[in-house]
């Protein structure tokens, strides 16, 4: 059974930086692609980053420059390292594996989904 397994939210201020990990196990990955999405209550689930089997990534534009996405395949493990965080950023992190080597950042391209991360940015 594959399991994604996100750790690292919390809460921190403006400004202030995080990094989610998201462990997974049950199939390897260095061969996918995976990404994360955000949601808050009352919204759909958000694209935040992806990366490929390669290293290709792409990023949302309410984060890019500010998040970096990567991926550790010897430990089947990837990041989200979070800097310069913005209340609006406070949202559920989920991290998120597709069978596909290649990113799409549309939510309904993955097959595999962790429980999500809640990350609070407060002002």
């Known amino acids: 059974q594959v399991q994604l397994v996100e750790s690292g939210g919390g809460l921190v201020q403006a400004g202030g930086s995080l990094r989610l990990s998201c462990a997974a196990s049950?199939?390897?990955?260095?061969?996918?692609?995976m990404g994360w999405f955000r949601q808050v209550p009352g919204k759909q689930r958000e694209f935040v980053a992806a990366?490929?089997?390669?290293?290709?990534?792409s990023y949302s534009d309410s984060v890019k420059g500010r998040f970096t996405i990567s991926r550790d395949n010897a430990k089947n493990t990837q990041y989200l390292q979070m800097t310069n965080l913005k209340p609006e950023d406070t949202a559920v992190y989920y991290c998120?594996?597709?069978?596909?080597?290649?990113?799409?950042?549309?939510?309904?391209?993955?097959?595999?989904w962790g429980q999500g991360t809640q990350v609070t940015v407060s002002s």
């Open positions: 049950g199939r390897t990955f260095s061969s996918s692609a």
């Open positions: 998120a594996g597709r069978r596909s080597s290649e990113y799409t950042t549309w939510s309904g391209g993955y097959n595999y």
């Open positions: 990366i490929s089997w390669s290293g290709a990534t």
